[in-house]
């Protein structure tokens, strides 16, 4: 008799877990892209060869402030905003819920996750939308 009652109670909580599972990387799919490509089609894109310099991490200064340097990076996947909105929403996915935030905020402190390094503005938008701006 307790196990009918139970039941339902557990089914609803699941859909409900799912529910902000799937809002969440709702809202981080819709990110704002890359300002400084143009999108041919889906995972295409032009850009200008000086956007292709970016600042990316390379320390802290002794006050914690992050020290950038210019570096230029090549790879179209660092530039592709969606696509790494993508990664981290597939990353999430497979999290249970109550390690997402933990594993969210590993992502934007180290702005990377497992050797994929992603964009400074992905992780500037990433945090932006975890702290509510």
Same mark, same amino acid.
């Given at each position: 008799?307790?196990?009918?009652?139970?039941?339902?109670?557990?089914?609803?909580?699941?859909?409900?877990?799912?529910?902000? +599972?799937?809002?969440?990387?709702?809202?981080?799919?819709?990110?704002?892209?890359?300002?400084?490509?143009? +999108?041919?089609?889906?995972?295409?894109?032009?850009?200008?060869?000086?956007?292709?310099?970016?600042?990316?991490?390379?320390?802290?200064?002794?006050?914690?402030?992050? #020290? +950038?340097?210019?570096?230029?990076?090549?790879?179209?996947?660092?530039?592709?905003?969606?696509?790494?909105?993508?990664?981290?929403?597939?990353?999430?996915?497979? #999290?249970?819920?109550?390690?997402? =935030? +933990?594993?969210?905020?590993?992502?934007?402190?180290? =702005?990377?996750?497992?050797?994929? #390094?992603?964009?400074?503005?992905?992780? #500037?938008?990433?945090?932006?939308?975890?702290?509510?701006?």
């Amino acid at each position: 008799m307790i196990e009918n009652n139970f039941h339902p109670q557990v089914l609803a909580l699941k859909k409900k877990i799912e529910e902000l +599972r799937a809002g969440l990387l709702k809202h981080i799919n819709e990110l704002p892209d890359n300002p400084a490509i143009k +999108r041919l089609g889906n995972g295409c894109f032009t850009m200008s060869v000086s956007d292709t310099f970016t600042s990316l991490k390379s320390g802290v200064y002794k006050d914690g402030q992050d #020290k +950038r340097t210019l570096m230029s990076c090549w790879c179209p996947e660092m530039h592709d905003f969606k696509r790494q909105y993508q990664k981290i929403a597939t990353i999430l996915s497979s #999290k249970p819920l109550e390690d997402m =935030e +933990r594993t969210l905020h590993q992502i934007i402190l180290q =702005e990377k996750w497992d050797g994929y #390094k992603f964009h400074p503005d992905v992780i #500037k938008n990433l945090k932006a939308l975890w702290e509510g701006e």
